[in-house]
């Protein structure tokens, strides 16, 4: 059974420009999950959606980030601009709907801010 | 509000030698505890956790974690640390009072394995 699979792993961008991350969830998982990890930081939390509806985007930095979730299947993750400051590791994570179940995680994407 | 504090944020062993990885956490609730671990280009993996019940759990590669409640503890020991372990460990707490997995990680705690 395929993991967690996000795209692309690394991503170099100047500031201003715009990037979109990429989750494709477990199979069948309904919860969806992003974190975010900046240099030399925690690994923090930024949404979670249940299917296609966002539940919880407490987390997220500013409204410069947007996450979408069409069709409660894969999600993205879309940074305009980018600034400087947004560089870091972008993890997805996914679980399935029932209560205490696991959350696995994708290898993460790299996103520089040049 | 919950928090997770890694002692060391870098951590040197010998080979064959104790791992010992120190987690403290905080939350209002009974919490479900994790340590995940990164292998260089790799995703995070879960190593173990405790829910509920036996207070000792066992993960994978030998790893073990004891759920302190009076200390608010949660350590990751091994008994002998091997090359293949170096990566960067990550303790975590999370509640389901929401109905899903909130995940609160701890800053991450890089071990290396001298030869």
């Known amino acids: 059974e395929a993991g967690v699979t996000q795209f692309p792993s690394h991503s170099v961008i100047e500031k201003g420009q715009t990037v979109t991350l990429r989750c494709d969830p477990i199979?069948?998982?309904?919860?969806l999950y992003w974190y975010r990890r900046v240099m030399g930081k925690e690994i923090k939390f930024l949404l979670h959606?249940?299917?296609?509806?966002?539940?919880?985007e407490s987390g997220m930095p500013n409204n410069r980030f947007l996450a979408e979730r069409t069709g409660g299947t894969y999600s993205t993750l879309k940074v305009q601009p980018a600034e400087l400051e947004d560089s870091g590791v972008y993890f997805c994570?996914?679980?399935?709907?029932?209560?205490?179940?696991?959350?696995?995680f994708g290898q993460g994407t790299r996103l520089t801010v040049v | 509000a919950q928090s997770v504090t890694q002692l060391g944020s870098h951590v040197s062993v010998s080979e064959g030698a104790l791992v010992l990885l120190r987690c403290n956490y905080s939350?209002?609730?009974?919490?479900?505890l994790f340590w995940y671990v990164q292998y260089p280009n790799q995703g995070l993996q879960l190593l173990l956790k405790y829910t509920t019940g036996a207070t000792l759990v066992k993960g994978i590669n030998g790893f073990e974690a004891e759920f302190k409640k009076s200390e608010t503890s949660f350590h990751l020991t091994k008994p002998s640390a091997h090359m293949s372990d170096a990566a960067e460990y990550f303790c975590?707490?999370?509640?389901?009072?929401?109905?899903?997995?909130?995940?609160?990680f701890g800053i991450g705690t890089k071990l290396q394995v001298i030869p």
């Open positions: 939350s209002s609730v009974p919490p479900y």
């Open positions: 959606f249940v299917k296609e509806s966002k539940q919880d």
């Open positions: 199979s069948g998982h309904d919860n």
């Open positions: 994570a996914s679980s399935q709907l029932q209560m205490n179940t696991e959350a696995f």
């Open positions: 975590a707490v999370s509640d389901f009072s929401g109905g899903y997995q909130k995940v609160t």
